[in-house]
């Protein structure tokens, strides 16, 4: 029985030292837990509760008002259009920039590595206020084109300049977003390529982008979510004039004209299940992405 013992137990000390190594990890994560759950998941039960919630108890009639509201599926329009062209600029820039990039030598990729990180953090109502300052209706840069006659009535603070000041702010997140996918593009690649017959924009298409087309279907879904949840650039440029989903939501939650925090939660709601589709669609694709390419290889 005593043999019997002994060998129970340094199992048993084993087993504690074993459990104690997964715990400690999980009660350092806890206060990120907490704060996940106080201002991401409670938040979010909070809209979909109070979308559901009427003057004359529960229903859907924020949700049959905003369907049948022109003015509101307005908003979801331009929002969609505005964040959709936006992405796709700031994507297209962004990836040539980090093709470029990933060519360059050390000290120009820390520079500019740098100089994008910094750029990238700057957004929201300064860089509303710098727009304003170079290309508004007197700004210097507008001026200076009108003077050479290579522009005549801009307006940055209509959908184009959205579109501008958008893709400005998507195109540093792109280009850190895509600059470590490049990584997967071996150097011998081209070289392989060329020696068996293919050019360059074969290569492009059959080889660099089927390789990359994880990472920037992944990088597009995120500029389009970063855009269509922008709210501060937005409000700035316009004064809350141009109709945004996001526009409107901020005002009918600090009632300009109405408080109507329930509506609003309706029209987040709305935005949410939009966004889902699309992440849903963009997973798919990635899915679709990874057996071709599977079968490819096969």
Same mark, same amino acid.
């Given at each position: 029985m005593i043999s019997a013992a002994?060998?129970?137990l340094p199992d048993q000390a084993v087993i504690t030292r074993q459990t104690r190594r997964h715990w400690l990890p999980a009660l350092v994560l806890l206060p990120f837990f907490l704060l996940m759950i106080l201002f991401q998941l409670a938040p979010m039960v909070w809209v979909m509760v109070g979308s559901f919630q009427t003057p004359d108890g529960w229903g859907l009639n924020h949700y049959r008002e905003?369907? /049948?509201?022109?003015?509101?599926?307005?908003?979801? $329009?331009?929002?969609?259009?505005i964040a959709g062209i936006a992405s796709l600029g700031g994507l297209a820039i962004g990836t040539l920039g980090a093709a470029a990039l990933r060519h360059s030598g050390e000290r120009v990729k820390r520079l500019l590595l740098a100089f994008v990180t910094m750029t990238g953090n700057f957004s929201g109502v300064p860089l509303a206020f710098a727009f304003i300052i170079i290309l508004g209706i007197n700004g210097a840069v507008t001026l200076l084109l009108k003077s050479w006659g290579l522009i005549d009535g801009f307006n940055l603070? /209509?959908?184009?300049?959205?579109?501008?000041?958008? $893709?400005?702010?998507?195109i540093p997140l792109a280009l850190l977003l895509l600059y470590p996918a490049f990584d997967a593009l071996q150097d011998e690649w081209p070289q392989a390529a060329a020696l068996l017959g293919a050019s360059k924009r074969q290569y492009v298409w059959h080889v660099a982008l089927p390789v990359l087309t994880p990472a920037l279907l992944g990088t597009l879904i995120i500029l389009f979510a970063n855009a269509v949840g922008a709210y501060a650039s937005a409000y700035a440029l316009t004064t809350g004039n141009f109709n945004l989903v996001t526009i409107r939501v901020a005002s009918l939650v600090s009632g300009d004209i109405f408080l109507e925090p329930n509506?609003?939660?309706?029209?987040?709601?709305?935005?949410?299940?939009?966004?889902?589709?699309?992440t849903a669609a963009n997973q798919w694709l990635l899915k679709k992405s990874y057996v071709n390419r599977g079968q490819s290889h096969a």
């Open positions: 002994t060998r129970i905003i369907l /049948s509201s022109p003015f509101y599926l307005q908003s979801f $329009t331009n929002s969609l259009r603070y /209509s959908g184009a300049g959205l579109i501008l000041i958008y $893709t400005y702010f998507q509506l609003a939660a309706a029209l987040a709601v709305i935005l949410m299940v939009l966004l889902g589709v699309v």
